[in-house]
């Protein structure tokens, strides 16, 4: 069962993400992303983070996402135009972006143990409440980073309200 | 059952729980939309629908007949795929949310070596953040179908129902924290289990003072679901019908039953937080009467009963309240519910804090 919602729900992910580049409506686009962040939400919940699926699905298909399709439907964006594409990234990037995927894959597959692998579906069966587990390693642990991210966040914000504050 | 596995059998019962309980909400659709023609009707000194069959009962009927026999159209200028698919996304993620909904009291039924909980789909650890979750995919199906159709008239309604879902979604989901920090949990069996102890005076709308969330997640929800006073997205003297306008036939009748199924999940989360969910108002008053089956079909009873007055509230409020202005309408979410909804957190989590001591 978890590996058939991992096979399906992967294949899902990969699937969008390429759909995402190859579209040429930025609508489109932006939809893939959506269809890839539910399916990454799915794989977390099939992991035994239940909590971090809902965040996923709330924070980033609900209301980030939302947002890129409003932006894209208030500046009636049109389809983008093909290029034929420079020749340095046909000839740096497919080899960098493979050197890339190779790398991160084999730091992911040889050091799994330190970072805290778990088998697929490990605590689908039993999934404890992790909520309270998370907020302890947020709100206790972690507190100094997460308030100085929440301060960052705040910084950003004000400045896009001054950035776009018409000059009276 | 015996040649079945017990995967097999868990998930033929929960397939059965599912079409039951989505055939249940369907016809509770077509019902409230008559109760909302009638109820209006009366509001406004007039009958409403009354031909078909007594008092109007096969009213719903003939209007799913007539949808259905209706011709399809296709804008020519519509983004075809898109244009299909918001339909769906509406109607499904208005359904989905209900599968989190505890219908009646825990009731387990043992079939194959499965003991299967018949009164909810799925009972999950986190089902308030699944509704709330599933409710902001919802607006995709609006965003699109407004985009999607090519129409300026429909691109502004679903630009106003899109922005409108996005502010009011925040303190519809802050109205709820003093809720949970109560409950301790974001199970809605918990947050049920929470009220139950003393009957209506624990609910959390009265014992658990919570009466100021509770008014911030009406007025959010009403606008949530794009009803009067706030319905901007489809207000038909500006907009000819906002961000359905180019639909027709089924795919209309989609919108219109998407519409109405939110306004049935969101009297249900109403009920289960703010009103003791399916537990009696009385709490342990009068002694239990009847046997096992009363007391299984009871608790129903009184979700039905707190449901359906939820929704002749939404009815009533239609009937009296007229439409606000944009700009009111988003001022009174920023300005007013939203520095509320935190000030009802801080209120809470200290008076919590207070009483841990």
């Known amino acids: 069962m978890q590996l058939a919602l991992f096979i399906i729900f992967g294949a899902l992910a990969v699937a969008g993400a390429l759909n995402f580049l190859f579209q ?23 992991l035994g983070a239940e909590f971090l699926a809902a965040a996923q699905v709330i924070v980033y298909s609900g209301a980030i996402m939302v947002l890129f399709v409003f932006v894209v439907m208030l500046l009636n964006a049109g389809e983008e135009e093909r290029t034929r594409g420079s020749r340095a990234a046909y000839v740096a990037g497919f080899p960098g972006a493979a050197a890339i995927f190779c790398l991160l894959s084999f730091v992911f597959l040889t050091e799994r143990k330190a970072l805290g692998a778990v088998s697929l579906g490990g605590h689908l069966n039993h999934a404890v409440s992790n909520i309270s587990e998370i907020s302890t ?27 776009a504050r018409k000059e009276q | 059952m015996s040649h079945l596995t017990e995967f097999q059998t868990f998930l033929l019962l929960s397939i059965l729980k599912v079409v039951v309980v989505v055939v249940i909400t369907l016809t509770a659709v077509a019902y409230t939309v008559l109760l909302e023609r009638k109820v209006l009707g009366r509001i406004q000194n007039r009958w409403g629908p009354s031909r078909v069959g007594p008092f109007g009962l096969l009213q719903p009927l003939a209007d799913g007949i007539k949808l259905f026999l209706k011709e399809e159209l296709l804008p020519l200028a519509a983004e075809k795929p898109l244009f299909i698919i918001a339909p769906i996304i509406a109607l499904s993620c208005s359904l989905i949310s209900i599968a989190v909904v505890p219908f009646g009291q825990v009731q387990h039924v043992t079939a194959n070596g499965i003991s299967v909980d018949i009164f909810n ?24 179908s407004g985009w999607s159709s090519n129409n300026k008239f429909a691109l502004l309604g679903s630009l106003r129902a899109t922005s409108q879902m996005i502010s009011y979604e925040l303190a519809l989901g802050l109205s709820l924290v003093g809720v949970v920090l109560r409950a301790q949990s974001l199970s809605l069996r918990a947050i049920v289990n929470s009220q139950s102890a003393h009957g209506l005076l624990s609910w959390n709308v009265f014992g658990g003072l919570q009466f100021v969330a509770f008014f911030i997640y009406l007025m959010a929800a009403y606008a949530e679901t794009n009803r009067a006073p706030f319905d901007l997205p489809e207000a038909e003297s500006e907009l000819i019908a906002g961000y359905h306008t180019e639909y027709s036939s089924m795919k209309f009748a989609m919108f219109f039953m998407a519409e109405y199924a939110n306004m049935i999940t969101v009297a249900c989360v109403a009920t289960l937080l703010f009103f003791g969910g399916p537990s009696s108002p009385f709490g342990n008053l009068f002694p239990a009467i009847g046997g096992p ?57 200290l008076v919590l804090a207070l009483h841990a001591k």
């Open chain 2, 121 to 144: 789909i799925a009972d999950l650890d986190i089902g308030l953040l699944v509704i709330l979750g599933i409710t902001s995919i919802g607006v995709y199906g609006i965003a699109l």
């Open chain 2, 293 to 349: 089956i009363i007391a299984a079909i009871l608790p129903i009873f009184w979700f039905v009963v707190k449901v359906f007055a939820f929704l002749l509230l939404y009815i009533w409020v239609r009937g009296t309240l007229p439409r606000f202005r944009y700009d009111q309408l988003m001022s009174f979410g920023w300005k007013f519910l939203l520095p509320l909804a935190m000030a009802n957190i801080v209120f809470t989590s």
């Open chain 1, 24 to 46: 040429r409506h930025p609508i489109n686009s932006a939809l893939s992303l959506v269809v890839v962040m539910m399916s990454l939400a799915v794989l977390y919940w099939s």
């Open chain 1, 137 to 163: 390693l947020l709100f206790r642990d972690l507190l100094l980073p997460f308030e100085v991210t929440s301060i960052l966040i705040l910084v950003a914000i004000l400045g896009a309200v001054v950035l």
